[in-house]
């Protein structure tokens, strides 16, 4: 089911993204339909924004931020009804895990950053497991994507999406380390989707 007020918001996010700071989408055929989880690396607070747009209007994703962008007055409140969710960093917050799991069984998309805040170029980071967990317990695929770390403004940044598929585990249920194995594959996909994107 569309979402009313990310219908509404999305013209003037595209608009707004179109001028000042257009993108190029790469592969964005790869992006399935259904449930998925798209992650992506994560060098600038418009990183959403150019991922959003790349992937068109018709395709609506929940996206993952952080709980004080919830706090803004009136963009917070327009934010989660749009469906972004809210999640507070360096703890684990069940409530905002209980509803990516619940969106996903939905069978809707969900954006998130596994790198779990932004990194600069060239900075070595660690992927942190959450989206090996989304997917690993819902049946929805990881979906890699690169955004162009470099941006300019009235410069296109490109977005390049990579091939879905669905992270393998031994046993019933993966274990610790099989989420922390699964996000780094996960990271070291998204960063060589980095040659599409020159």
């Known amino acids: 089911m569309r979402n009313k007020v990310y219908s509404l918001l999305y013209p003037i996010i595209w608009i707004f993204m179109r001028i000042l700071h257009p993108w190029r989408a790469v592969g964005a055929d790869n992006i399935p339909e259904g449930a998925a989880v798209i992650c992506g690396n994560h060098t600038t ?34 934010l989660k ?3 972004i969710i809210g999640v507070n960093r360096g703890k684990s917050d069940m409530a905002a895990a209980k509803e990516c799991l619940r969106v996903l069984k939905k069978g809707e998309k969900l954006l998130m950053f596994p790198e779990g805040t932004r990194v600069k170029e060239g900075k070595v980071s660690e992927a942190q497991t959450g989206a090996a967990m989304f997917a690993t317990r819902t049946g929805a695929p990881l979906v890699p994507v690169y955004i162009q770390p470099k941006k300019r403004r009235f410069r296109k940044t490109t977005v390049v999406f990579g091939q879905p598929y669905y992270p393998a585990f031994e046993g019933r249920k993966p274990s610790a380390d099989d989420y922390q194995r699964i996000a780094d594959d996960l990271l070291v996909r998204v960063r060589a989707l980095g040659e599409q994107a020159e």
């Open 81 to 83: 009804k749009a469906g």
């Open 45 to 78: 607070l418009g990183d959403p924004l150019y991922v959003v747009c790349a992937m068109g209007g018709k395709r609506q994703t929940h996206v993952m931020a952080k709980a004080e962008v919830m706090k803004w007055p009136v963009i917070g409140f327009l």
